[in-house]
């Protein structure tokens, strides 16, 4: 009786905790027995192992009970990222592996049955918990899942194409062909989205576009069909600053999971824009096992949400506790996980079922909707979302001369750099934008002089607005004042923030 033991990681989440695969192979009737608590495309691996060592060139050994224990046992194991460390691990249980180069690394890899390495889901989550539990283990991955791992710095990682190639490495003494170190993609720069000079007129959205770029607020668009709220929207990205590397790395690792892909535009913010068909899991998560929604892949970024009013309700109300937290957890029966969800929201909307509240007679189209039927129609935004959603811009019709004209307003270029210089500000300041602001920081940082206190008070108390309601206007105060360079806010400041803060009527 031999015993192996070979170290890899199962995801749960974004983490991934550390899984011994141990093989034993035993005197007995011949059987292949994978027990840990393993799903469906795990235990498949036997038939894919077995192919793959005898392609490449390795004896199986058939005349052996082989027992393939994953441990923790209470752990759940999903995918085939266990294929490699399954077949290295009955290799090192007959004998020709050396035990101190497999205990100084860790595998995953899923095996083709001519014995190819195909890429894994989660290659830079595996590296992040590497790098994150402190290991000096190096990470051994397929190629091309290994130049996504090598983003992470401070982690040894190295690809290989083939089964038999790990398998060289790992051989005692001379006979050892080392794996080359995997080298990340190369980093390339985003492609220059549609500039936001292309909106012609729309003055009041476009300086409510900069405020949420400015202070990563989210903002809701209101208005009739054909005004431009989807271009408004297309065009936030672009004045947004890059993310940084560990931003950058966050927002992979999640897009990692659903995919084995590589980004190539790294720091680029995402931008996700679901239909509105998708369902409450589609959004937020869900799944078995739990897969990241919608919220989380646009972590870092903008998630855009049009025709808002046509999402399902469940769907809409689960963004409450995302929008105020930055996180969504998934609880089901047997497990949970934790997705980050930090995402910028762009809700746009017509103000009716039939589109045509408040266009100007120009247009030729009246709106015949009753009163009910807009307040029903609106209500499908409920006061507790509404709540939530920094900035409320009504979009009306820009009129012919203005649509004809040449272009006359600023480009996205001029407008990011207002916004980066104020990003910096307030980085600076309390090293987050504003829209993260505590209630216990709003306020030391969102300094009022006497005058718009007085202002702010008395609007406050007449539009009767909740103590949530009453920080986000703050802290859009405080982002206007950021972008005009000033210490204190002001009553000019205060007045546009109040502008932007309503126009449903709930």
């Given amino acids: 009786m031999s015993l192996a033991m070979v170290f890899s990681r199962a995801l749960d989440g974004l983490e991934a905790p550390e899984v011994h695969v141990e093989v034993q192979l035993a005197n007995g009737l011949p059987n292949f027995t994978l027990v840990g608590l393993a799903d469906t495309e795990v235990k498949e691996s036997r038939e ?23 441990a923790p046992a209470d752990l759940p194991k999903e995918s085939g990222r266990f294929d490699l460390a399954i077949a290295l691990g009955i290799l090192a249980a007959a004998g020709p592996l050396d035990a101190v180069r497999l205990a100084a690394c860790e595998f995953a890899g899923e095996l083709s049955l001519a014995g190819e390495l195909r890429p894994v889901r ?36 190295r690809g290989a ?23 990340p993609w190369p980093r390339q720069p985003a492609p220059p989205g549609p500039d936001l000079r292309d909106v012609k007129g729309q003055a009041a959205a476009k300086r409510a576009l900069e405020i949420a770029a400015a202070g990563g607020h989210s903002l809701l668009l209101v208005g009739p069909p054909g005004t431009g709220k989807s271009m408004l929207a297309q065009r936030l990205p672009g004045l947004l600053p890059p993310l940084d590397d560990e931003e950058a790395l966050a927002s992979a690792a999640l897009a990692g999971l659903t995919t084995a892909s590589a980004d190539a535009a790294h720091g680029r ?7 509105h068909t ?17 919220i989380s892949l646009a972590h870092g970024g903008v998630l855009f949400l049009d025709e808002t009013p046509e999402f399902p309700r469940a769907a809409l109300e689960a963004l ?22 930090r995402f910028q929201l762009v809700a746009a909307m017509n103000p009716c079922p039939c589109g045509w509240l408040g266009a100007p007679a120009a247009v030729g189209k009246a709106c015949r ?12 935004l409920s006061g507790p979302l509404l709540d939530r959603i920094d900035l409320q811009v009504e979009v009306l019709a820009a009129p012919a001369s203005a649509l004809l004209a040449l272009p006359d307003g600023e480009a996205s270029a ?70 005009a360079g000033s210490e204190r806010i002001a009553t000019a400041q205060v007045a546009e923030a109040l502008q932007l803060q309503r126009v449903l009527a709930q």
Avoid: M
Avoid at 48 to 70: D, Y
């Fill in 48 to 70: 894919r192992v077995r192919a793959a060592l005898q392609q490449s060139g390795f004896a199986f050994p058939h005349n052996k009970r082989i027992t393939v224990n994953l």
């Fill in 122 to 157: 989660g290659a830079l989550a595996l590296a992040l918990a590497l790098r994150r539990g402190g290991s000096a283990r190096t990470l051994v991955l397929p190629a091309a899942s290994a130049r996504i791992a090598a983003q992470v710095g401070g982690v040894d990682v």
């Fill in 161 to 183: 194409a083939t089964l038999a190639e790990v398998v060289a490495a790992l051989l005692p003494g001379d006979a050892a062909v080392p794996l080359p170190a995997a080298l």
């Fill in 269 to 275: 913010r995402p931008v996700r824009a679901p239909h």
């Fill in 278 to 294: 998708a369902s409450a899991v589609a959004l937020v998560g869900g799944g078995s096992p739990p897969r990241p929604g919608e």
């Fill in 320 to 341: 409450r506790e995302p929008l105020e937290t930055g996180r969504i957890t998934i609880s089901r029966a047997a497990r949970q996980a934790s997705f980050p969800a």
């Fill in 369 to 380: 909707c009753t009163p009910d039927a807009v307040a029903r129609y609106q209500g499908r």
């Fill in 414 to 483: 001029a407008v990011a750099a207002r916004v980066a210089a104020a990003r910096l500000r307030q980085t600076e300041r309390q090293g987050e934008p504003n829209a993260l602001l505590e209630a216990g920081r709003i306020d030391e940082y969102c300094l009022l002089d006497e005058a718009a206190a007085r202002f702010l008070r008395s609007a406050a108390e007449r539009l009767g607005w909740s103590g949530r309601r009453l920080h986000r206007c703050l802290k859009v105060a405080r982002t206007v004042a950021d972008l």
